[in-house]
């Protein structure tokens, strides 16, 4: 098994770009998560799924966009990139609970200059 | 509004000795509680969780003990190795089913 994949490692975007951070998971787990980690912020959430078709916002939406078409995959999206969403990402999943133990991607480091 | 905070940004312990690391969170209904570790370039992993109908947890070398009413829980390290040299994450949730995160300790084991 995999776990959770994310690509790419490292993006570097110009503000007004838009891209989509990757995210995968082979262990047939219903909730899949993104968050934010920024300094002295600890990990903040962006968007949730508790299945597929069925996604909600976390604690730091706006900006970013995500679709969840099947158990594996969950995309985010960002829009139009600002220096704001300089971030590390990182992609999670769970097969209980959302909120039960949960198994990180490795992130991707994206900075928007 | 940080609801959970991890007041010590770093903690540096001796191999062998006991690491203690805090936490302490605002909202009450709060119901359960995880400890994240994470290394450089990797993906929190997790560690260690406790239900708020219990006030301890034992795994291996690790120990996390909750005190309801101090709203303050604790993740106990013992001993101490220096592959634990890591940052460690507190996490809570509630009824609305989604972790919130501490801004996270980071402990290194000297030799």
């Known amino acids: 098994n995999a776990g959770v994949t994310q690509t790419p490692k490292f993006q570097v975007l110009k503000t007004g770009q838009s891209m989509t951070l990757q995210c995968a998971q082979d262990?047939?787990?219903?909730?899949m998560s993104w968050y934010r980690q920024d300094p002295g912020m600890g990990l903040r959430l962006i968007h949730y799924?508790?299945?597929?078709?069925?996604?909600d916002q976390g604690e730091v939406p706006n900006g970013y966009n995500v679709s969840r078409s099947t158990t594996e995959d969950f995309p985010l999206r960002l829009l139009s990139a600002a220096p704001s969403q300089t971030s590390v990402y990182f992609c999670a999943s769970s097969g209980k609970r959302l909120t039960y133990e949960q198994y990180f991607g490795p992130g991707t480091r994206l900075t928007v200059t | 509004d940080q609801q959970v905070k991890q007041n010590s940004p770093s903690l540096s312990v001796q191999e062998g000795r006991i690491s203690i690391l805090n936490c302490d969170y605002t909202n009450s209904m709060f119901d359960y509680f995880l400890w994240y570790k994470k290394y450089p370039a990797e993906g929190p992993t997790f560690l260690i969780s406790i239900s708020s109908i219990k006030d301890k947890n034992e795994d291996g070398r690790f120990t996390v003990f909750l005190n309801k009413s101090a709203k303050h829980l604790s993740l106990h390290i013992v001993p101490s190795q220096p592959g634990d040299s890591a940052v460690y994450f507190c996490?809570?949730?509630?009824?609305?089913?989604?972790?919130?995160f501490g801004t996270g300790t980071r402990l290194q084991v000297t030799l």
């Open positions: 996490a809570a949730s509630g009824a609305a089913s989604k972790l919130t």
């Open positions: 799924s508790v299945g597929a078709g069925i996604t």
């Open positions: 262990m047939n787990h219903e909730y």
